[in-house]
Nanobody, 120 residues
Framework: QVQLMESGGDSVQAGGSLRLSCAVS????????MGWFRQAPGKEREEVAV???????NYADSVKGRFTISKDNTKNNLYLQMNKLQPGDTAMYYC??????????????WGQGTQVTVSS
């Protein structure tokens, strides 16, 4: 069983930056596809950014050029650097893992989420 614990959510002004962190309970995460998802009130959960076991990264079009996903396998951590935040980025952000190297087959593990609120 893999446990994921997010941190770093906060309330910021538009144009600001935040860095989300996800602590992974096992070093097996280094080989998994991992990513960040978000869910705003009244909306479906959406993929923000993923990085697979080979380091291949994909971003949602809405965050390209503003967000950066990264992994530190020595610390079993996943990060999401968010710059130029917009009110539309307001959501609960979840760390997730597929449990395998590729980003296919659906998410097997979810964190509890960390709230990001961006005010205009």
């Amino acid at each position: 069983q893999v446990q994921l614990m997010e941190s770093g959510g906060d309330s910021v002004q538009a144009g600001g930056s935040l860095r989300l962190s996800c602590a992974v309970s096992t070093n097996a995460g280094a080989n998994y596809c991992m990513g960040w998802f978000r869910q705003a009130p009244g909306k479906e959960r959406e993929e923000v950014a993923v990085i697979d076991g080979d380091g291949v990264i994909n971003y949602a079009d809405s965050v390209k050029g503003r967000f950066t996903i990264s992994k530190d396998n020595t610390k079993n951590n996943l990060y999401l650097q968010m710059n130029k935040l917009q009110p539309g980025d307001t959501a609960m952000y979840y760390c997730a893992a597929t449990g395998q190297r590729l980003c296919v087959g659906g998410i097997k593990y979810w964190g509890q989420g960390t709230q990001v609120t961006v005010s205009s």
